[in-house]
């Protein structure tokens, strides 16, 4: 009897934490495959709602995958954002807001499984991309074009966190125990994660300098512009951008020295003072 009671209780508190309504579903529904092609050249296949007719995609996932952070802002008001981009969604309506203007979405936001689904050619528009094909027979929704806000790039390395923030374009170094920031220069403008890919790489010397890279590469064209540092006792004591590379270039050399390259010569570094040895003219 005291089983049957608290199954009673804890259905009542169910009912509040989750009301039933307009966006909360019970319905007949199933899942099917999405494909989700991006302009970053991500490759993503998950699975996705659909109802009564209509293929929803999870906001909350989808948002993630874009570089967008969430949160509940109300009750029934969800959001996707990171800097000028904003995507708004109200249970029980079917109106969103995106960047500040109402769109229609044709359904309202569902509740299922503690997942909140939007339909899919609302939110991939809102994206900047488009449903490009629905197999009629399988369901499989394959969605392409669809943008990347990330504008932050995160490394870390023996105590210290590496970032560097598509607004600025420079390194931001932070101490993880004091908190004290140091910033160095790069001069990467225009940082677009959708045309280029950008990486972030720690190598450590024999005699204990630390080497940063930097790569920022198109996509298309294959070049791509490299910006190294080495740091002593983490203080910085070289830095070099060579911009346009075609080919890979190793830094640390077979021999224990240093390689650094710009755009009119290649100075080879002794480990540990990173004094000049050699310049070589490019």
Same mark, same amino acid.
């Given at each position: 009897?005291n089983?049957?009671?608290?199954a009673?209780?804890?259905l009542?508190?169910?009912?509040?934490?989750? +009301?039933?309504g307009? =966006?909360e579903?019970n319905a007949?529904?199933?899942?099917?495959?999405?494909?989700?092609q991006w302009?970053?050249?991500?490759?993503?296949?998950? %699975?996705?709602?659909l109802k009564? #007719?209509?293929?929803?995609g999870?906001?909350f996932?989808?948002?993630?995958n874009?570089?967008? =952070?969430w949160?509940?802002?109300?009750?029934?008001?969800?959001?996707?954002?990171? $800097?000028?981009?904003?995507?708004?969604? =109200?249970?029980?309506?079917?109106i969103? %807001?995106?960047?500040?203007?109402?769109?229609?979405?044709g359904?309202e +936001?569902?509740?299922?499984?503690?997942h909140?689904y939007v +339909?899919?050619?609302?939110?991939a528009?809102?994206?900047?991309?488009?449903v490009?094909?629905?197999?009629?027979?399988?369901?499989?929704v394959?969605?392409?074009?669809?943008?990347?806000?990330?504008?932050t790039?995160?490394g870390?390395?023996?105590?210290y966190?590496?970032?560097?923030?598509?607004?600025?374009?420079?390194?931001?170094?932070t101490?993880?125990?004091t908190g004290?920031?140091?910033?160095?220069?790069? #001069?990467?403008?225009d940082?677009?994660l959708n045309t280029?890919?950008?990486?972030?790489?720690?190598k450590?010397? $024999?005699?204990?300098?630390?080497?940063?890279?930097i790569? @920022?590469s198109?996509?298309?064209s294959g %070049? =791509?512009d490299l @910006?190294?540092?080495?740091?002593?006792?983490?203080g910085?004591?070289?830095?070099?951008?060579?911009?346009?590379?075609? %080919?890979?270039?190793?830094?640390?050399k +077979?021999?224990g020295?240093i390689?650094l390259?710009?755009?009119k010569?290649?100075?080879i570094?002794?480990d540990?003072?990173?004094?000049v040895?050699?310049v070589?003219?490019?």
């Open positions: 009897m089983n049957w009671k608290n009673v209780a804890i009542v508190i169910m009912s509040f934490l989750f +009301p039933l307009s =966006h579903t007949a529904s199933k899942y099917v495959k999405l494909e989700l302009e970053d050249g991500r490759i993503n296949h998950i %699975e996705t709602l009564d #007719g209509v293929t929803y999870s906001f996932s989808l948002g993630s874009a570089g967008l =952070h949160e509940m802002e109300s009750d029934k008001t969800a959001v996707l954002k990171r $800097n000028q981009k904003r995507i708004v969604v =109200h249970m029980g309506s079917g969103a %807001e995106v960047d500040g203007k109402e769109v229609d979405m359904r +936001p569902v509740w299922y499984i503690s909140l +339909p899919i050619r609302f939110l528009s809102a994206l900047e991309g488009e490009a094909n629905q197999d009629t027979k399988t369901g499989k394959t969605v392409t074009g669809l943008n990347n806000y990330t504008d790039i995160y870390s390395m023996m105590g966190n590496y970032t560097i923030r598509a607004g600025k374009g420079d390194l931001e170094i101490n993880v125990y004290q920031k140091t910033s160095i220069p790069l #001069g990467i403008k940082i677009n280029h890919v950008l990486n972030l790489n720690f450590g010397t $024999n005699k204990n300098l630390l080497v940063v890279t790569e @920022y198109n996509r298309k %070049e =791509h @910006y190294t540092l080495v740091f002593k006792n983490q910085l004591i070289r830095k070099t951008v060579a911009h346009g590379l075609k %080919e890979q270039h190793e830094t640390l +077979p021999d020295t390689q390259i710009d755009d010569n290649i100075r570094i002794d540990g003072t990173g004094d040895l050699e070589i003219a490019r």
